[in-house]
C-alpha cells in the first residue's frame, strides 16, 4: 500500500524519499540554479546533461542525457516528460500520433500532469497544469545523472478556473535505469484549497500482449460505461490485461505494480503517495494508435485538502531491470 492515503498531507506528516536516500557517487555538482526560461538557462544546463533544444512546435524541451546511456525529453509546455530511453532508439513512453504542440492542446502522451483535478469534475477534463507553461527551477547532476526540478505557479489563466495561488515542484531524475519523479504541491493562499491529481502516463505498447500486476484485491471504480458514474466491484485478476476498452480506477493501489508492455520490456511502477492507480486504453475511440500503448496512471482520486503553507508530496519510479 502506498504510505500515506490521508486526505490531508503536510510536509510534516506525508514522508518521502529524499535525494539523500538515492544512491550517491561522489560529489553533487550543481550546474544552473533558478532559471526561469528555457534562453536564460541554456548554456548551464548543458553542463549537467540537460539541454535546453527547440522541441516539434518550437516548444521548449529539454534533453537529459545521463553519462550511463540514458535519454529523456521534457517539454516545458505541461511540464510533460514526452520521452524516457534506457537503450538507443527505444522509447518506453509514447506520444499520440495526433499530438499537437501548438499550446491549443494539452500535449497528448508521455506522461502529463493532471492538476488540480482528475475529473470528470467541475473543471476542464484533467485541469489545467497540462496546459500551462512550467519554469525550469533548477538543474544539478549527479555523478552523470541529470536532475531538473521544474516548477509551476498560478496565473490569470489557472485562477480563471481555480482561485487559489499555489506553486508545483516538480523533480525528475534521469538514472541509467530509472525515471524518478517527486511532485511538491504547496499552498501559497492565504486560504484552504483542495485537489486531486494524476500523473497520466502513456507507455509503449504491444496492447493485445500488455498487463499489469499488482491491482488484485484493490477496490475499483470503473469509469466504462458511465465516467460520471463509475461502477465500484473489486480487481480479482492476479494480471490485468487490455482486451478493449478500458477505463478503471483502482482505489488503494500497492506502491508497486509491474507493467509488462508486450515488447519485451517490464517496467516497474513504484510510487510513495500516489495512493491510487488509473488504466486507460481507449480501444476503437482512438483506433489509429490504441494498440501502440497503454496508460498505467498513478493518480490521487480522493481530494487532497492543504491549509496555508501546507505541501503534499508524492513520488514515483519507473523503472526496468
Ligand atoms: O486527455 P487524454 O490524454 O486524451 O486522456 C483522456 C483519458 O484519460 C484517462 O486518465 C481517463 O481515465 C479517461 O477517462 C480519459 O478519457
Known amino acids: 500500500m502506498a504510505t500515506v492515503s490521508s486526505t490531508t498531507s503536510s510536509l510534516a506528516t506525508a514522508t518521502f524519499p529524499s535525494s539523500r536516500r538515492f544512491p550517491r557517487y561522489g560529489r553533487r555538482c550543481r550546474v ?19 539541454s535546453v533544444t527547440e522541441g516539434e512546435g518550437k516548444l521548449p524541451k529539454l534533453v537529459l542525457t545521463s553519462a550511463h546511456g540514458s535519454e529523456a525529453e521534457i517539454y516545458l509546455y505541461g511540464g510533460c516528460i514526452t ?8 522509447d518506453l513512453l509514447f506520444v499520440r500520433p495526433d499530438a499537437v504542440f501548438n499550446k491549443k492542446k494539452p500535449i497528448s502522451g508521455g506522461a502529463p500532469h493532471c492538476f488540480p483535478q482528475f475529473g470528470p469534475g467541475p473543471m476542464q477534463q484533467h485541469g489545467f497544469a497540462r496546459n500551462m507553461d512550467w519554469s525550469v527551477a533548477e ?50 493562499d492565504t486560504k484552504p484549497f483542495s485537489f486531486n491529481t494524476a500523473l ?22 470503473n469509469k466504462d460505461p458511465d465516467p460520471k458514474n463509475p461502477l465500484e466491484g473489486k ?3 492476479d494480471i490485468v490485461t487490455f482486451p478493449g ?3 478503471c480506477i483502482y482505489l488503494n493501489a500497492p506502491s508497486e505494480v509491474i507493467l509488462d508492455n508486450g515488447l519485451g520490456d517490464t517496467i516497474s511502477i513504484q510510487n510513495t503517495n500516489w495512493s491510487d492507480a488509473v488504466l486507460w486504453n481507449p480501444y476503437l475511440q482512438m483506433e489509429a494508435c490504441y494498440r501502440d500503448f497503454v496508460c498505467v496512471e498513478n493518480a490521487k482520486i480522493g ?16 523503472s526496468v531491470a
Open 139 to 188: 538543474s544539478q547532476s549527479e555523478d552523470g545523472n541529470p536532475i531538473v526540478t521544474l516548477e509551476l505557479k498560478d496565473g490569470p489563466y489557472s485562477r480563471s478556473m481555480w482561485d487559489f495561488s499555489f506553486q508545483a515542484l516538480y523533480k525528475i531524475i534521469l538514472r541509467e535505469k530509472s525515471l524518478s519523479t517527486e511532485l511538491i504541491i504547496t499552498n501559497t
Open 303 to 318: 481530494n487532497v485538502q492543504l491549509e496555508p503553507k501546507q505541501s503534499w508530496v508524492a513520488k514515483q519510479i519507473l
Open 32 to 50: 544552473g540554479m533558478a532559471f526561469a526560461s528555457a534562453e536564460k538557462g541554456a548554456a548551464a544546463a548543458a553542463a549537467a546533461g540537460v
Open 200 to 221: 497520466h502516463t502513456y507507455f509503449r505498447a504491444s496492447v493485445t500482449a500488455a498487463s499489469v500486476k499488482g491491482l488484485k484485491g484493490c477496490k475499483t471504480l
Open 83 to 90: 520521452s524516457w530511453k534506457v537503450a538507443k532508439d527505444k
Open 235 to 237: 480487481e480479482e485478476r
Open 245 to 247: 476498452f478500458v477505463d
